[in-house]
């Protein structure tokens, strides 16, 4: 099955407030988590990552949450904008593996 | 320094016929990694190559598809007697080492293939 998915498919959030996409992961041996975003037509873009020896790591406006005892993965964007409005993928990579596993995305549209 | 470049951005083919994906990977990198994205669904990894070897092709069907990263020019990725199925988003990567920990992979802008 899937080793990476996420809980919700959409999430309406409205301009200002703050954004939390959730995913979840069953591979324990995954040391390696990042966040994409992927805007209509186009590839997907880093966002931030976090290593299995960090629980919380923050960038400009996200920030990356995991908890490893539920194999749970989280992003945090603060103060959405209309601009944040793409589709948000995790991708896990496990031990040496450099095979990136990504979850089905979650959708973010940005209400004015 | 220009990003990780696909061409073509689109594709149409008939079935049956071929498609032929490239790749040319930002300056520097060696490292270059296929994967294809279905309508509403997350990237899945195909094939990872450096320049000349194929590395691990594990996820990419063993009939039809092959890929290539040669000395000089971009990556290919062909698909030969496309079907109906194969009718995709193709994303490239690339990176300056082999991904994980501090070295990121960066997307191109795809290649959408359609097969009618």
């Known amino acids: 099955g899937e080793s990476v998915g996420l809980h919700l498919p959409t999430l309406s959030v409205q301009e200002g407030d703050n954004s939390i996409i959730n995913c979840a992961y069953s591979?324990?041996?995954?040391?390696?988590f990042i966040w994409y975003k992927q805007e209509s037509g186009k590839g997907p873009q880093f966002i931030i990552d976090?290593?299995?020896?960090?629980d919380k790591r923050q960038g400009q406006r996200v920030t990356v949450l995991l908890n490893k005892t539920v194999k749970h993965l989280s992003l945090q964007i603060a103060a959405t904008q209309p601009g944040d409005s793409a589709v948000y993928f995790c991708?896990?990579?496990?031990?040496?593996?450099?095979?990136?596993?990504f979850g089905a995305g979650t959708t973010v549209t940005v209400r004015a | 320094n220009a990003g990780v470049m696909q061409n073509p951005r689109h594709l149409v083919r008939r079935r049956g016929q071929e498609a032929r994906l490239r790749c040319s990977p930002m300056?520097?990198?060696?490292?270059v990694y296929w994967y294809r994205q279905l309508p509403e669904e997350g990237l899945k990894f195909m094939v990872y190559?450096?320049?000349?070897?194929?590395?691990?092709e594990s996820g990419m069907p063993k009939e039809r598809f092959s890929a290539e990263f040669p000395k000089e020019g971009p990556s290919i990725l062909r698909i030969q007697q496309v079907v109906r199925g194969d009718s995709a988003a193709y994303f490239c990567?690339?990176?300056?080492?082999?991904?994980?920990?501090?070295?990121?992979?960066?997307f191109g802008q795809g290649t959408r293939l359609t097969v009618v």
């Open positions: 990567a690339s990176s300056l080492f082999v991904t994980g920990g501090n070295t990121e992979a960066f």
């Open positions: 591979n324990s041996a995954s040391d390696y």
């Open positions: 976090i290593r299995s020896n960090m």
């Open positions: 991708a896990e990579e496990g031990g040496n593996d450099y095979k990136l596993s």
């Open positions: 300056k520097g990198h060696s490292h």
């Open positions: 190559l450096q320049k000349e070897n194929i590395i691990d």
